[in-house]
C-alpha cells in the first residue's frame, strides 16, 4: 500500500461494523498450504457463491478447525484425510471475533487434511473484502483484502503468517473480463443462468502469499500493455480510459527491471496487472500479480498533467511493484513489523525513481518528507515503528507516517552510513533467506550486520524499538573537537513525558573532502573531525535526529547556506521550525531565515520557506497579523516572481525549475491577495475550463487554485460543470476539491451539503469534510455545520473528521471538540487523542510566539 494509503485504511476500520475483539488470533496447529476457490458472483444481485477446498496440515489430531469468516453464509462443510471418506462437519460462527469453527464427528489425525466448503456472500458497498461499485453504465466486482477481509470473500486463515499458494476461477457474464493474481490457463463456456451466458476463467497457480494478497476483478476492464525483462506487463481501466495508462505502463517496465537487478532476484510471475479503479480506498495495493490503484494515481494525461501529477503515479507504481519483493515474495510475520513492507517500499520507490528522473528532485523532496515524520514522531502521542498489535483497529491504526516516513527514513540513513552496495548485498541476502516465508525485523537487520560489519542492528534496533525523536546538542569544544548530547526531542516543551532515552546513531559531518560520519551510542560525547569551520552535522540530510547548535555557530552555518546541498538547506529549515516549537528558538528566527533564502534557485528549498512562512500566518498569526504577512510577503517575493519574466509563449519550453519557481510564488503572492496575481489567475481559470490545453499544465492548478480561493458562485458553477463533463479522472477530481478552497459562505454551505448527502464517492467526500476542518478561513463554518448536521455526515467521513479536528488552536474549541465527540460515542484514544494534543500544542505555540511575531512584525515595518 502506498504512502498515501493509510489514512484510507483506518477510514475504512473505523467506519466498519464490524466489532473490535481481543484474541483475534488463530491456534498454529492447524496451517493452509493450498487454497482451490471456485467463485461466481451475480454482478445484478450483489452476491456471490463459492466452492472451495483447503488443503491443510494438522501439528496434533483436532476435532474442530477454527478459521476467519466474515458475512458467509455457509451451505457445507466436510473433511477428508488420504485414504478415507469425507465426513461431514458442523459450523459455529463467531462473529465478534469473525471466526467460524468447523466442527466434525471424529477426531482428524495429525497430517494433511482436505476441507471442503460451500458458502454464499455478499458484494457489498464498503470497499473492502469482495465488494461492488458502480459508475454510470454498469457494476464491477472488485477485492480489497489488506489488513484482514479476505475472510469476507472466502473461509481463509486470514493472518499474513499463513502463507499458501492458491488455485482460483472465476464464473462470469460472457462480455466480463476477469483478473487475478495469476496468469490464465484455461477459458471456456459455462452453463448459462437465467439466460445469461456464462464463462470459467481459470488460473495458474500462485505461489506461496498470504490471504491479504489475493485478488480477484470482474467488469469489461480495457488494457494496455507491454513486455519487461519477460514479464508482461498491463495497465487496465474503465472503458475509454486505457490510453492514460501508457505513463504508468512505462514506469513499471523500468522499475521491474530495476529491482530484478538490484535484489538480484527476479519477478517470479509471468504477468503483472495494474488496475485502475474509480472507486477504492487505498491509493495502491501490492497484491501479488494484480496490483490496484486509484484512477487518480495510476491514469494520467502526459499532455496536460502537472509534473507533480506524474510524480504522484511514478512513485505510487515504483511502490506498488517493490511491494511484489517486499510485502508479497517475503511477507512481515505479524502486523507489529508492518514497517518490513511499507517501509522498505517507501524507501525502495524513491530510490528507483532517482534512477529514472534524476531531474524530478525525488531526493529534496525525500528531505521534505523527513522533516515532516520528524514533526509527526516529535508528538506525545507518537509510538515505536514496532508496536503491539492484535486487533483490527491496532492494526489499522499502523498505517501512519511512522510505518511509512520513519521506517523509509531510517533505512535511508542506515544505507548512507553502510554504503549503497553493502546494503544492496544485506537486501538481497535477507530476501534469499526468507522468499515465500515471513520475517522480523531482527532479520532484516542481522543480515545488514553481517555484510557491512558495522553496528546496524544497535541502530536500527533503537530507532525501531523506541518512540520518538533525537534532538543532538552540538558544542564546539576546541581543537576541532565537537561535543554532542542527546536528549528525545519533544514538539511540545509542556509535554510532561521524561525520558532518558538514548539512540545508536550514525551521525555524518559535512567536510570539505567527504562527509565524516561517527556513531553516537551514548547521552554524551567528543569527536575529533578535521574541519576548518564547525561542518553542519546532517551532511546530505539523511540523518533522522534534529540538530541544535549555539547560536554564533548555527549563524556561521546560514552564512555559508550556499555550500549546502538543497536537501540540507531543507533540514536547516525544518530544524530551526522544530526549535522554535520547542522554545529553542523564536518566530522571528524562522522568518530571518525564510527572508534569507527567497532568492534560493531550489524550487523546493523555496517551497519548504514558504510553507513555514504559511504555517506561520495559518497557527500562529491573530487576523490583523496575518494581513502584516501577506503585506511582507509581497514585498519580499514580487520582485523574485517578477524577475522569473513572462510565461513562454506557444511551445516554448521552459527549464522545469523555473516552471515550479513559478507555480510556487503564484500560490504565494495569491494567497498573500497580490492583486495582479488575483486578476490573472482568474483569467488563466476561465480559460483552462473553456480548453484544458490551454493552459500550461505547470501553472494551471496553481492558478485554479488562487482562483478559488477568491472565486465567486460563477466559478463555483463552471468547475462543477467541467466535473460532470470531463472524461479525465483527475480533471474531475481537481474540479470536486477545488470546491473546498472558496471562502464564501454561501458556497461553502453548498459544498458542505454536498458532501453530507453523499454527491460523490464516499473517500471523496471524506477527504473534502477533512479539508474544510483543517483550512483555517472554513474551519469555523464547517465545524458548525458538522455539529448541527450529525446525522446526515457519512460515516466515512466522519472517522477522517477526527483527526482534522486538531488543526484548531484554541481552549474553548479544544473543550467543544472534546465534549462533542464524547456525546456522540468517539473514543477518547487514538485520532481523538492525538487531535487534542494537537490542539494543545498549537494552543501553547501560539501563546508563547505570537507576542514575538507581534514584535518582529513592529521592528520590520514595509517599505512605503
Known amino acids: 500500500m502506498n504512502r498515501t494509503a493509510f489514512a484510507a485504511v483506518l477510514l475504512c476500520v473505523l467506519a466498519s461494523v464490524a466489532s473490535d475483539a481481543q484474541a483475534q488470533r488463530l491456534p498454529q496447529t492447524v496451517r493452509p498450504e493450498h487454497y482451490k476457490l471456485s467463485l461466481t458472483p451475480d454482478l445484478k444481485a450483489a452476491t456471490f457463491s463459492g466452492d472451495e477446498s483447503i488443503e491443510v496440515t494438522l501439528t496434533r489430531p483436532a476435532g474442530a478447525i477454527t478459521l476467519n469468516a466474515a458475512y458467509i453464509t455457509f451451505k457445507s462443510v466436510s473433511a477428508t484425510v488420504a485414504g478415507a471418506p469425507s465426513v461431514s462437519g458442523a459450523v459455529t460462527l463467531d462473529t465478534e471475533k469473525e471466526q467460524a469453527t468447523l466442527t466434525f464427528p471424529t477426531e482428524l489425525p495429525t497430517g494433511k487434511v482436505t476441507l471442503a466448503i460451500q458458502y454464499t456472500g455478499i458484494l457489498n458497498d464498503k470497499l473492502r473484502g469482495f465488494y461492488l461499485f458502480k459508475t454510470d453504465k454498469r457494476s464491477y466486482a472488485v477485492t480489497q483484502f489488506e489488513t484482514s477481509d479476505a475472510r469476507w470473500a472466502f473461509p481463509s486463515f486470514d493472518e499474513p503468517a499463513f502463507k499458501a499458494t492458491f488455485d482460483i476461477a472465476l464464473t462470469v457474464d460472457a462480455g466480463d473480463m476477469a483478473i487475478s493474481n495469476s496468469s490464465i490457463v484455461s477459458d471456456t463456456p459455462a452453463p448459462a443462468v437465467d439466460g445469461v451466458s456464462k464463462h470459467t476463467v481459470v488460473f495458474a497457480r500462485t505461489p506461496k502469499i498470504s490471504s491479504y494478497l489475493v485478488a480477484f476483478l470482474v467488469g469489461d476492464f480495457e488494457c494496455v500493455s507491454d513486455v519487461s525483462d519477460g514479464t508482461s506487463i498491463r495497465v487496465c481501466a474503465m472503458p475509454g480510459a486505457a490510453e492514460t495508462g501508457r505513463f504508468a505502463l512505462s514506469t513499471a517496465q523500468y522499475v521491474l527491471s530495476y529491482y530484478n537487478h538490484y535484489f538480484g532476484i527476479r519477478y517470479p510471475l509471468a504477468k503483472l496487472d495494474m488496475i485502475a479503479l474509480p472507486d477504492f480506498g487505498p491509493g495502491g495495493m501490492e497484491n501479488f500479480g494484480a496490483i490496484t490503484y486509484r484512477e487518480t494515481l495510476l491514469l494520467v494525461d502526459e499532455k496536460t498533467a502537472t509534473l507533480e501529477q506524474k510524480k504522484d503515479v511514478a512513485l505510487t507504481v515504483a511502490h506498488e511493484v517493490a511491494h511484489q519483493w517486499f510485502g508479497d515474495l517475503v511477507t512481515m510475520q505479524w502486523w507489529d513489523n508492518l514497517w518490513l513492507n511499507e517501509g522498505f517500499a517507501t524507501w525502495m520507490a524513491s530510490k528507483a525513481m532517482m534512477k529514472l528522473h534524476p531531474d524530478w528532485r525525488y531526493s529534496a523532496d525525500n528531505a521534505v518528507s523527513l522533516d515532516g515524520t520528524l514533526d509527526l514522531d516529535a508528538q506525545a502521542t507518537t509510538h515505536a515503528i514496532r508496536a503491539t498489535a492484535d486487533t483490527r483497529s491496532e492494526i489499522a491504526e499502523l498505517f501512519d507516517g511512522i510505518a511509512y516516513g520513519k521506517a523509509g527514513a531510517v533505512l535511508a540513513m542506515v544505507e548512507n552510513y553502510v554504503g549503497e552496495e553493502s546494503f544492496r548485498l544485506g537486501v538481497h541476502n535477507y530476501l534469499a533467506a526468507h522468499l515465500y516465508a515471513n520475517a522480523t525485523a531482527e532479520d532484516f537487520w542481522r543480515a545488514q550486520t553481517v555484510i557491512s560489519r558495522k553496528p546496524v542492528d544497535k541502530i536500527m534496533s533503537s530507532l525501531v524499538i523506541q518512540p520518538g525523536v533525537p534532538l543532538l546538542n552540538f558544542t564546539a569544544e576546541g581543537n576541532n573537537t565537537i561535543g554532542v548530547k542527546q536528549t528525545r526531542f519533544f514538539s511540545d516543551p509542556t509535554t510532561n513525558a521524561k525520558s532518558a532515552q538514548a539512540w545508536t546513531l550514525p551521525v555524518c559531518f559535512k567536510t570539505a573532502a567527504k562527509p565524516a560520519c561517527v556513531v553516537v551510542g551514548s547521552a554524551a560525547q567528543r569527536f575529533k573531525v578535521s574541519s576548518s569551520k564547525f561542518p553542519f552535522a546532517n551532511a546530505g540530510a539523511k540523518g533522522y535526529y534534529r540538530s541544535s547548535y549555539p547560536k554564533a555557530i548555527y549563524q556561521d552555518i546560514l552564512a555559508r547556506a550556499e555550500t549546502l546541498t538543497p536537501e540540507e538547506r531543507i533540514i536547516l529549515i525544518g530544524d530551526q521550525w522544530a526549535l522554535m516549537r520547542s522554545g529553542a528558538a523564536t518566530v522571528g528566527d524562522n522568518l530571518d531565515l525564510a527572508a534569507a533564502l527567497r532568492n534560493d534557485p531550489d524550487p523546493v528549498v523555496l517551497g519548504k520557506a514558504l510553507a513555514t512562512i504559511g504555517e506561520i500566518a495559518d497557527r500562529i498569526a491573530t487576523d490583523d497579523e496575518r494581513a502584516d504577512l501577506r503585506a511582507w510577503i509581497r514585498e519580499q517575493y514580487t520582485s523574485v516572481y517578477r524577475a522569473l519574466g513572462p510565461v513562454p509563449a506557444g511551445n516554448d519550453i521552459e527549464p522545469q525549475n523555473k516552471q515550479q519557481m513559478r507555480a510556487l510564488l503564484f500560490v504565494a503572492l495569491g494567497d498573500a491577495k497580490d492583486p495582479a496575481v488575483m486578476a490573472e489567475a482568474k483569467a488563466l481559470a476561465n480559460r483552462y475550463i473553456a480548453d484544458q490545453t490551454s493552459v500550461r499544465p505547470s ?166
Not at 483555517?776 to 460515516?795: C, F, S
Not at 484548531?808 to 456522540?824: G, I, N, W, Y
Not at 487531535?835 to 518582529?856: F, G, M, V
Request: hydrophobic share 40%; glycine share 4%; proline share 5%.
Open 699 to 864: 501553472l494551471a492548478p496553481y492558478a485554479l487554485y488562487v482562483a478559488a480561493t477568491n472565486g465567486d458562485a460563477e466559478l463555483y458553477d463552471k468547475l462543477l460543470a467541467l466535473r460532470a463533463s470531463s472524461p479525465d479522472p483527475e480533471v474531475q477530481a481537481t474540479s470536486l476539491f477545488l470546491t473546498t478552497h472558496f471562502t464564501d459562505s454561501a458556497l461553502i454551505a453548498r459544498t458542505l451539503d454536498s458532501v453530507a448527502v453523499g454527491k460523490m464517492r464516499n473517500r471523496d467526500g471524506a477527504t473534502m469534510l477533512a479539508i474544510l476542518v483543517r483550512t483555517r478561513d472554513t474551519r469555523d463554518q464547517a465545524w458548525n455545520y458538522v455539529t448541527r448536521n450529525w446525522d446526515r455526515i457519512q460515516v466515512s467521513s466522519r472517522s477522517r473528521l477526527v483527526p482534522a479536528t486538531g488543526s484548531f488552536c484554541s481552549a474553548v474549541k479544544r473543550d467543544e471538540v472534546l465534549s462533542f465527540f464524547k456525546a456522540h460515542g468517539v473514543s477518547a484514544d487514538g485520532p481523538l487523542k492525538m487531535a487534542e494534543e494537537a490542539i494543545n500544542s498549537c494552543i501553547q505555540l501560539r501563546n508563547a510566539q505570537e507576542p514575538k511575531l507581534r514584535e518582529w512584525l513592529a521592528t520590520h515595518p514595509l517599505v512605503p
